[in-house]
């Protein structure tokens, strides 16, 4: 009943609700408007008040008591690194890197972006940036150079702070290369380039806009934490949309700070004190908000990993990590359980450890196949629960709710709406349908504190990308539907997103790089579902006239996905086939050509040109994905 009455008040009176979570920030100045709407006719949440995260983070927390107390845990296999640092030494060093960066000219409202490997400095480098008032943009590691310059040239950052190098299991990953080719390719170039050195190889040649990371702290003198207004930016952090170009998606400072921390209280049963791990990435959202900013925001203690679920050394790394610092909450992709399982199929690994600390074990980032759900979850015997949300919303949208009240599970529903978020499943003409049909997620405005506000510099876009479809709705982009007792099951995106291994991405934009190959005459890339990472990428192509080998040419489209977009985007299957299966006047049938490559039942449409297609792809398609399926 708690869940039921929290969820009808946070609907009902959302401006009461929201100020009651906002009392227990220690703000420098309360809001004029708790929501209200600015100049663009946008919502925004706690107008007029003044904080700053970086301080609500650490600064907070040491003058109240838990200077001393773990705040972030990095635990590294791959370099066989352990370090922690309490609150008052991560207070010390953010002061300190955000005293470097002032000594570099980077003030409020300048953005700076942060391309950097799992390392505590670029938690840190996150956080000081907060400290000045700086916006922060992370660009995830395994992205390209040619990705990086995209994300340069629109948010135009002061300076970029990168490291020497990552490390991919065994493989050291340099850094500094990407970054200098960033750096040519962009039309717009940072002032400044600020490595940190890692010292795991050979040193790249420095440029004449490189400064140590290092040594640019040994000069540099603390400095405070500057009050900026709750609706000024935190961060942006590009995603991929349906366009071949990112959207830079606005985290706001006051609002985030609010509703990450109810999250943590209300969601997830985090107290102050308590150890909270998100085996994610500081590149994605996850990263984001439940690695950085809401255990720490809630004086909890963050857990740092930078390793694989498995290979550094092997399936038991989540649990050894899980017992070594005592989790009691942690949050991963279920790729990631996927790929343990296949290691450990009886869980012999997991009997080794001693998990008496953890009570919740949370998934998202991707659809949960609910064999993978029931396994772990008589694994760990422990309430294991799915639940969804987006890069646009920075927490949860739907849930269950261990913190406050454990709604009975459902397997294959991520449960409930999150309070706040008034979540209906429209049809196409806007209506809201009956449960149990299907149709598109959206949810009424206004969003909760904590979602993004708008698109960087682009409010046309925001609009047109989320708002414009459902008149006073946020589109979500993924379909599903409700049951009678308003469990919701999420059923996939309805755009041309994919979600690969937990990491989301844009099959236009692979598009546009299989369509520049010269002997490519036309293309598509779908999502095919996969027994590992969820969905793979699949890119099926019209040649033209050519005179290489089909393989040299599908090497070669491996290769410059690979160069253009990342490893990360991992294309891995291109395909020929006479012809794409288009309507009469041209259009590919994408959806079709979806359910072909997956098996799934579909009614050819009548208006397709030519139904001879259909068998030909599910031919030269199937035999390869059964393989790699194991099927
Ligand atoms: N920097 C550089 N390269 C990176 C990278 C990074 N930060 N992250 C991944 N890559 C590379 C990988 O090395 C791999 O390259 P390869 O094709 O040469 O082997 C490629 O990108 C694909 O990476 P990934 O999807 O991680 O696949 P994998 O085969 O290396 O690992 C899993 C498989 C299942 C272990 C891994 O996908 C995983 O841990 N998934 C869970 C993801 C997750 O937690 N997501 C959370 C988002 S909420
Ligand atoms: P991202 O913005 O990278 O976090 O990706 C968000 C998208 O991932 C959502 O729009 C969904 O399509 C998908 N997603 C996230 N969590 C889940 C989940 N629990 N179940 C199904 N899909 C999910």
Same mark, same amino acid.
């Given at each position: 009943?708690?869940?039921?009455?929290?969820?009808?008040? =946070?609907?009902?009176?959302?401006?009461?609700?929201?100020? !009651?979570? +906002?009392?227990? @920030? &220690?703000?420098?100045? #309360?809001?004029?408007?708790?929501?209200?709407?600015?100049?663009?006719?946008?919502?925004?949440w706690?107008?007029?008040?003044m904080?700053?995260?970086?301080?609500?983070?650490?600064?907070?927390?040491?003058?109240?008591?838990?200077?001393?107390?773990?705040?972030?845990?990095y635990?590294?296999p791959?370099?066989?690194?352990?370090?922690?640092?309490?609150?008052?030494?991560?207070?010390?060093?953010?002061?300190?890197?955000?005293?470097?960066?002032?000594?570099q000219?980077?003030?409020?409202?300048?953005?700076v972006?942060?391309?950097?490997?799992m390392?505590?400095?670029?938690?840190?480098?996150?956080?000081?940036?907060?400290?000045?008032?700086?916006?922060? =943009?992370?660009?995830?590691?395994?992205?390209?150079?040619? !990705?990086? +310059?995209?994300? @340069? &040239?629109?948010?135009? #950052?002061?300076?970029?702070?990168?490291?020497?190098?990552?490390?991919?299991?065994?493989?050291?990953?340099?850094?500094?290369?990407?970054?200098?080719?960033?750096?040519?390719?962009?039309?717009?170039?940072?002032?400044?380039?600020?490595?940190?050195?890692?010292?795991?190889?050979?040193l790249?040649?420095?440029?004449?806009?490189?400064i140590?990371f290092?040594?640019?702290?040994?000069?540099?003198?603390?400095?405070?934490?500057?009050?900026?207004?709750?609706?000024?930016?935190?961060?942006?952090?590009?995603?991929s949309?349906?366009?071949?170009?990112?959207?830079?998606?606005?985290?706001?400072?006051?609002?985030?700070?609010?509703?990450?921390?109810?999250?943590?209280?209300?969601?997830?049963?985090?107290k102050p004190?308590?150890?909270?791990?998100?085996?994610?990435?500081?590149?994605?959202?996850?990263?984001?908000?439940?690695?950085?900013?809401?255990?720490?925001?809630?004086?909890a203690?963050?857990?740092?990993?930078?390793?694989?679920?498995?290979?550094t050394?092997?399936?038991?790394?989540?649990?050894?990590?899980?017992?070594?610092?005592?989790?009691?909450?942690?949050?991963?992709?279920?790729?990631?359980i996927?790929?343990?399982?296949?290691?450990?199929?009886?869980?012999?690994?997991?009997?080794?450890?001693d998990?008496?600390?953890?009570?919740f074990?949370?998934?998202?980032?991707?659809?949960?196949?609910?064999?993978t759900?029931?396994?772990?979850?008589?694994?760990?015997?422990?309430?294991?629960?799915?639940?969804?949300?987006?890069?646009e919303?920075?927490?949860?949208?739907?849930?269950?709710f261990?913190?406050?009240?454990?709604?009975?599970?459902?397997?294959?529903?991520?449960?409930?709406a999150?309070?706040?978020?008034?979540?209906?499943?429209?049809?196409?003409?806007?209506?809201?349908?009956?449960?149990?049909?299907?149709?598109?997620?959206?949810?009424?405005?206004?969003?909760?504190?904590?979602?993004?506000?708008?698109?960087?510099?682009?409010?046309?876009?925001?609009?047109?990308?989320?708002?414009?479809k459902?008149?006073?709705?946020?589109?979500s982009?993924?379909?599903?539907?409700?049951?009678?007792?308003?469990?919701?099951?999420?059923?996939?995106?309805?755009?041309?997103?994919?979600?690969?291994?937990?990491?989301?991405?844009?099959?236009?934009?692979?598009?546009?790089?299989?369509?520049?190959?010269?002997?490519?005459?036309?293309?598509?890339?779908?999502?095919?579902?996969?027994?590992?990472k969820?969905?793979?990428?699949?890119?099926?192509?019209?040649?033209?006239?050519?005179?290489?080998?089909?393989?040299?040419?599908i090497?070669?489209?491996?290769a410059?996905?690979?160069?253009?977009?990342?490893?990360?985007?991992?294309?891995?299957?291109?395909?020929?086939?006479?012809?794409?299966?288009?309507?009469?006047?041209?259009?590919?049938?994408?959806?079709?050509?979806?359910?072909?490559?997956?098996?799934?039942?579909?009614?050819?449409?009548?208006?397709?040109?030519?139904?001879?297609?259909?068998?030909?792809?599910?031919?030269?398609?199937?035999?390869?994905?059964?393989?790699?399926?194991?099927?």
């Open positions: 009943m708690f869940y039921q009455t929290e969820y009808l008040k =946070s609907l009902q009176e959302p401006e009461k609700f929201w100020q !009651e979570q +906002a009392n227990k @920030i &220690d703000w420098y100045r #309360p809001a004029d408007a708790v929501l209200s709407k600015d100049e663009n006719d946008l919502y925004r706690f107008k007029g008040a904080c700053n995260t970086a301080y609500l983070a650490l600064d907070y927390h040491v003058e109240n008591g838990r200077a001393d107390q773990v705040a972030l845990f635990d590294s791959v370099t066989q690194i352990k370090e922690q640092y309490s609150y008052r030494e991560m207070r010390d060093k953010v002061a300190l890197i955000a005293g470097g960066l002032k000594a000219g980077v003030k409020k409202g300048d953005t972006i942060i391309y950097m490997p390392i505590p400095e670029a938690l840190m480098s996150m956080l000081a940036c907060a400290r000045l008032g700086a916006i922060h =943009s992370v660009v995830f590691g395994g992205f390209a150079p040619h !990705e990086l +310059a995209i994300r @340069i &040239d629109d948010a135009k #950052p002061k300076v970029l702070i990168t490291a020497s190098s990552g490390i991919e299991v065994d493989r050291i990953i340099p850094y500094k290369p990407m970054v200098d080719k960033a750096m040519d390719l962009a039309n717009y170039k940072p002032e400044k380039v600020i490595i940190y050195q890692r010292k795991l190889g050979a790249v040649p420095s440029k004449d806009y490189d140590d290092e040594e640019m702290i040994s000069r540099a003198e603390s400095v405070g934490c500057t009050p900026v207004e709750a609706t000024d930016p935190l961060y942006i952090l590009y995603t949309g349906t366009t071949g170009k990112p959207k830079g998606v606005l985290r706001d400072n006051g609002g985030h700070a609010v509703a990450l921390r109810y999250s943590m209280e209300y969601i997830y049963g985090i004190g308590d150890v909270y791990w998100a085996a994610s990435d500081i590149g994605w959202v996850v990263g984001h908000s439940y690695i950085v900013y809401a255990p720490l925001l809630t004086g203690t963050t857990v740092l990993f930078e390793g694989k679920p498995i290979r050394p092997d399936a038991s790394t989540f649990w050894r990590v899980i017992s070594d610092y005592k989790v009691k909450v942690m949050f991963t992709a279920p790729t990631a996927r790929a343990i399982r296949k290691e450990d199929p009886n869980g012999d690994f997991i009997k080794q450890y998990l008496s600390s953890l009570q074990q949370f998934l998202a980032g991707e659809r949960c196949d609910v064999d759900l029931t396994w772990l979850q008589e694994q760990l015997e422990i309430p294991v629960i799915d639940h969804w949300w987006q890069t919303s920075g927490w949860p949208m739907l849930s269950n261990p913190g406050t009240e454990l709604l009975k599970a459902k397997p294959g529903s991520v449960s409930k999150v309070p706040g978020y008034d979540l209906r499943i429209l049809g196409e003409d806007g209506s809201e349908l009956a449960a149990g049909e299907e149709g598109y997620v959206a949810l009424k405005l206004p969003l909760p504190p904590g979602c993004l506000p708008s698109l960087w510099n682009n409010v046309d876009g925001f609009k047109s990308s989320y708002l414009e459902f008149p006073n709705y946020y589109f982009g993924d379909g599903g539907f409700k049951d009678e007792e308003g469990f919701t099951y999420i059923t996939g995106r309805v755009d041309d997103i994919i979600n690969v291994a937990g990491h989301r991405l844009s099959t236009v934009e692979m598009e546009e790089v299989v369509a520049a190959h010269p002997a490519v005459a036309e293309c598509a890339v779908v999502g095919a579902n996969d027994s590992l969820g969905q793979i990428p699949l890119a099926l192509i019209v040649s033209h006239q050519h005179d290489k080998t089909n393989q040299e040419i090497e070669e489209i491996i410059a996905v690979r160069t253009e977009i990342g490893a990360i985007a991992a294309l891995k299957k291109v395909h020929f086939v006479s012809r794409l299966p288009k309507t009469r006047s041209g259009k590919i049938l994408r959806k079709l050509l979806r359910a072909i490559v997956n098996g799934e039942e579909l009614k050819i449409p009548s208006t397709i040109d030519d139904p001879a297609i259909v068998s030909e792809i599910k031919e030269v398609v199937h035999p390869s994905l059964k393989q790699t399926n194991n099927l």
